[in-house]
């Protein structure tokens, strides 16, 4: 494990969004899940892709709240533009499990 300075996990901006809405992303090399998070009047709405589909289906994930990156810079997945990084942890089969704040808080707020 390499060690970071507190200065360096500052750099991290994760915030809470709320997912508005979710389709299929068949063309994904990896089952995927292609996602639109938004973050409040500051960020607004941004997209992701997530390797998701072992937990999650398309149908269920609007209105849910998860955790995500949003300073990274958008990156190509296949044909779609990620631009926030939603975050997980694998379950025992390694399949993603997504981090979610387990109260209610509010959009946008940022994780410290």
Do not use: C
Not at 52 to 67: D, F, Q, S
Not at 68 to 78: D, E, H, K, S, Y
């Amino acid at each position: 494990m390499t060690e970071i300075s507190f200065d360096d996990f500052l750099k991290v901006d994760i915030r809470v969004g709320q997912i508005t809405r979710a389709e299929p992303y068949p063309e994904a090399r990896k089952p995927a899940i292609k996602l639109w998070v938004d973050f409040g009047p500051e960020i607004g709405e941004k997209k992701s892709s997530a390797q998701i589909t072992a937990h999650y289906a398309p149908e269920t994930l609007p209105g849910k709240r998860v955790m995500a990156v949003v300073n990274f810079p958008p990156r190509q997945i296949g044909k779609f533009m990620s631009e926030v990084l939603v975050l997980g942890a694998p379950d025992d089969a390694g399949e993603v499990v997504l981090l979610v704040p387990d109260k209610d808080v509010p959009i946008g707020g940022r994780m410290f």
